[in-house]
């Protein structure tokens, strides 16, 4: 069983940033590959990035390519990711996900453990 916390949501105006923290317990965190997807009201919930277990390859969404990146930290069960320009688009319930394997995957439905959610909204 993995246990999974995510923090650092909130209100950001256009073009900000905010940086979303993962935080992992209960078993050996580097046995996963970790993902983060969101869920605006309404819709589905979509993959936003993925890393595997010891962070060589990643993965994004193309609307978020090049202003989101994914990294995690082993040593401190942590995943993070980290987000600039952020549009109204970007409003939404971000998720993190623990994978059923230690690549680094897309699919939703590969993600075995999830967090509660941080809401992330971005003003315009």
């Known amino acids: 069983q993995v246990q999974l916390v995510e923090s650092g949501g909130g209100l950001v105006q256009a073009g900000g940033s905010l940086r979303l923290s993962c935080a992992a317990s209960g078993r050996t965190f580097a046995d996963y590959g970790m993902g983060w997807f969101r869920q605006a009201p309404g819709k589905e919930r979509l993959f936003v990035a993925a890393?595997?277990?010891?962070?060589?390859?990643?993965h994004y969404a193309d609307s978020v390519k090049g202003r989101f990146t994914i990294s995690r930290d082993n040593a401190k069960n942590t995943v993070y990711l980290q987000m600039n320009s952020l549009q109204p688009e970007d409003t939404a319930v971000y998720y993190c996900a623990a994978g059923r394997t230690t690549a680094a995957a897309t699919i939703l439905a590969t993600y075995r453990y999830w967090g509660q959610g941080t809401q992330v909204t971005v003003s315009s």
């Open positions: 890393i595997n277990w010891s962070g060589s390859n990643t």
